[in-house]
């Protein structure tokens, strides 16, 4: 079992930690929540950022939030702050729901942070451990990992960042939370940009998804077939394809125009997926090439990450 899978594996027990945001008070805490399916990476997530010096508290139930931020300002109030929340009760994303506006009131906005999974990478979590999901009852696994996704719906839908673990591992997931909880105030916007295979399935993160299989696949040219588009043959063979500029040109102007919108309803953080048909090839080569046309925005992080790369 990875330690990715420990959720997986913890899930009827404790759980861990989430979330990250600047207080409205003059000493700037930062305070994230962690939440999101079980199996997905919450107990990953919380290990990254306890070994970043947060002070986390794990699977405290939604309604001692508030408590636990009145406490912690009594005493040493460390600056950055996260606790995870996990469901343990039918009214969990009621009581979520309410401790998040109760601390909006305080002055208190918290970040959050939602891992999630496909339902087949949760069901191969809870397998490899073999641990029954905290829902399951007397049911299927299936039928837990489902139910939970319906009582999860909302609260994934208001977060400020979903993280799609699935073809994750930990180094990977820390990474992915590494750039979460940099905190340096000139960045706005966050942007990462991701390449994925569509046989491996769309990312569950993605805000934007562009498909790049009208172009020809360096697949099938034998001297190219061992190379990824990181390498200089196939991203030359993929950039020089007819057509394929003009497409670059207006994705990045459409970018270019989303990014000011973003900007302007406070987005803060926004994932681009760039699909092939194996996440190899022309998705690779055109991740890195639309870095490079976007960098140097005021305000804006640019990130890149290939999902699939290496899963052949």
């Known amino acids: 079992m990875t330690d990715l899978d420990a959720d997986a594996s913890e899930a009827p027990a404790a759980s861990d930690s989430h979330g990250s945001e600047v207080m409205a008070d003059s000493e700037h805490r930062e305070f994230v929540l962690i939440t999101g399916m079980s199996g997905a990476g919450r107990s990953t997530a919380a290990n990254v950022l306890e070994d970043r010096g947060w002070y986390v508290v794990d699977n405290i139930p939604p309604k001692m939030l508030v408590d636990l931020v009145d406490v912690v300002s009594g005493g040493t109030r460390p600056q950055k702050l996260a606790a995870v ?6 009214d969990f994303t009621t009581e979520l729901s309410q401790a998040i506006q109760t601390l909006n009131d305080k002055g208190i906005r918290p970040r959050t942070i939602f891992v999630d999974g496909t339902d087949e990478a949760l069901v191969r979590r809870f397998e490899s451990v073999r641990r029954p999901h905290p829902l399951q009852d007397e049911g299927l696994l299936l039928d837990g990992i489902h139910k939970e996704r319906r009582m999860l ?20 997931l820390g990474i992915a939370v590494d750039e979460l909880i940099n905190t340096d105030i000139t960045v706005k916007l966050r942007l990462a ?73 406070g987005r803060r953080y926004v994932t681009v997926a760039i699909g092939c048909t194996g996440g190899k090839h022309r998705s690779v080569a055109v991740t890195e090439e639309l870095i490079r046309r976007l960098e140097g925005r005021d305000g804006v992080a640019l990130t890149s990450f290939h999902r699939d790369l290496g899963r052949e």
């Not at 929340?85 to 039918?90: E, I, N, Q």
């Not at 719906?153 to 990977?172: C, E, K, L, M, P």
Request: charged share 25%; no cysteine; net charge negative.
């Open 85 to 90: 929340v996990d469901v343990r009760s039918r």
């Open 193 to 265: 940009i991701l390449s994925f295979g569509f046989k491996y399935g769309i990312p569950l993160d993605a805000d934007v998804v562009l498909d790049l299989r009208f172009l020809v696949n360096p697949y099938w040219q034998p001297e190219l077939r061992p190379f990824t588009g990181r390498d200089p043959q196939v991203r030359d063979y993929v950039l020089q394809q007819p057509g394929l500029d003009r497409y670059l040109d207006a994705v990045t102007e459409m970018l270019h125009v989303s990014v000011d919108g973003y900007l302007a309803e």
């Open 153 to 172: 719906g909302s609260i994934r839908a208001g977060a400020d960042v979903v993280i799609d673990t699935t073809g994750y591992n930990v180094h990977q």
